[in-house]
């Protein structure tokens, strides 16, 4: 490898804050939020135009899918974002406009309907975007749009801050706190963190997700009420979810396949999200991609690019051997990839497969979540309102002080990865992070050394379920 020599510079310094959270995904938007709210200065900087992260640049609305009647939920910021949406003609009520008496029938006994309303709302990623807007500038957070850490500042063995590049140039921005919402741990990583990171072939897969219009959708949905998937249709389950309705879509694309109209080493699996009266289903999450390593800029250059030759193959498929289809267009393209799995730190404590799967409850809770495992071929759903706690020693890394990490590279076992990167649990890892920030800094101790049952405490009055 060949290198060239930086001459030294002086940094100028743009910003000195509090609490610095980088990365405005749903992590990372919750982290901000809980510390602006218990009342300390917050810079929130996202290396895009627009904050939420999946939801925005991925289209993925679907927070709370594994919603069901029986679901113990975790309250707090994840829950809120669903309200606000709603307030603001932000989301769409997926199983309102459904009239097949039978099929109504069915969802209720499956417990996704309850008087005949949905257990869950889908956010409109676009108007997402700005419901996100709106959240940060109440909260009194300053908005960093267009920026991306690069590396960080370190005095002994506690970060002090971040550099950054942008239009602006290079600059540095100083913080007392600063918590790692990046998904991959970039700053974590930069700052000496340990951590681990699967071989990039047992990295779960990354996703380009896209929309169509231009369909007839009572059509379409006589065709899913007719030709229903089940849920242990694409994962090994605990057995009560093996017969549970699910949005999976693999038969047209097994034809054109067969056909000889999608290569045969491609594998093109949907799940469609929701739908709106103007004809769009305005999410598929169809196009996975294995083998990619997102913290390495060559696999994602290419999993871009292949990624959307995918979606036409895709939709050409749909035209043709799905009803209801016949006069779709391609609507649109995820902005950016979404990515499951990278860098996972070592932290005080690591979350298990055992831990998730038995209802585990810890003193130094920080929050709830459904028991909600999904991938590596297994699919767990929070049907009977079982839940674990998530401790705060996953979100504490080892060696560095004053960092803390929230979101899908919080420290656990492989499994348990299949939970925590959901985003209910990022958001429930965010609002917990941006709450010990904050309290760390009034008590004027270091993140690991916080009082816990202060942390407690200001969780419950931004209304997450602790225990």
């Known amino acids: 490898m060949k290198f060239v020599e930086e001459s030294p510079k002086m940094t100028p310094v743009l910003r000195e804050t509090d609490v610095l959270v980088l990365g405005g995904g749903p992590a990372g938007l919750s982290a ?5 709210r218990e009342g300390v200065d917050t810079i929130l900087v996202e290396r895009f135009g627009c904050f939420g ?15 069901y009647a029986k679901t113990v939920d975790a309250g707090g910021i994840g829950l809120e974002f669903e309200k606000r949406a709603k307030e603001m003609n932000g989301s769409i009520n997926i199983l309102g406009n459904i009239k097949n008496k039978d099929m109504i029938a069915t969802l209720e006994q499956e417990g996704l309907m309850v008087n005949g309303e949905p257990t869950y709302e889908v956010l409109e990623t676009e108007v ?5 807007d709106e959240l940060v500038q109440e909260a009194g957070i300053t908005p960093l749009l267009h920026c991306i850490a690069v590396d960080v500042v370190m005095e002994d063995n506690t970060i002090k801050g971040v550099i950054t590049e942008s239009k602006s140039g290079r600059r540095a921005i100083l913080a007392k706190r600063v918590i790692d919402a990046t998904g991959d741990a970039d700053i974590a990583y930069l700052s000496g963190v340990p ?6 072939n ?46 999976y879509l693999v038969e047209p694309f097994k034809k054109a396949k067969e056909a000889g109209e999608i290569p045969k080493n491609v594998d093109i699996e949907s799940f469609w999200t929701n739908y709106t009266d103007a004809g769009e289903i305005t999410s598929f999450n169809g196009i996975h991609m294995k083998n990619i390593d997102p913290t390495d800029v060559w696999d994602l250059t290419k999993a871009e690019i292949d990624g959307r030759k995918r979606v036409l193959w895709a939709i050409k498929a749909l035209k043709k051997y799905t009803p209801g289809f016949k006069k779709a267009r391609l609507r649109t393209i995820g902005s950016s990839l979404g990515t499951r799995e990278s860098r996972k730190i070592i932290g005080e404590y690591e979350i298990t497969e055992n831990d998730i799967r038995n209802q585990a409850r810890f003193e130094d809770s920080i929050g709830i979540c459904p028991e909600f495992i999904d991938g590596y071929g297994i699919a767990v759903m929070p049907t ?10 996953i979100i504490i890394p080892q060696k560095v002080e004053n960092l803390l990490v929230a979101g899908r590279c919080v420290a656990g076992d492989k499994i348990s990865h299949a939970a925590t990167r959901q985003m209910c649990c990022c958001m429930v890892t965010g ?24 942390v407690q405490e200001a969780l419950k009055r931004q209304g997450v379920r602790i225990a």
């Open 32 to 36: 901000a939020l809980a510390a602006a």
């Open 53 to 67: 992260g999946v939801i925005t640049q991925s289209m993925i609305g679907t927070i709370a899918w594994y919603r």
């Open 128 to 132: 997402f975007k700005h419901v996100a």
């Open 195 to 200: 951590f681990r990171k699967s071989p990039k």
């Open 202 to 247: 047992e990295l779960m897969e990354v996703t380009v997700n896209f929309g169509a219009s231009g369909i007839n959708i009572g059509k379409f949905l006589m065709y899913v009420y007719l030709n229903p998937s089940r849920i242990g249709d694409w994962g090994e389950t605990s057995g009560k979810e093996e017969d549970s309705f699910t949005t």
């Open 384 to 393: 009977t309102g079982r839940y674990f706690q998530v401790p705060i020693g």
């Open 431 to 454: 609002q917990g992070a941006g709450v010990v920030a904050a309290v760390s800094i009034k008590e004027n101790v270091p993140c690991r050394q916080v009082s816990i049952p202060r």
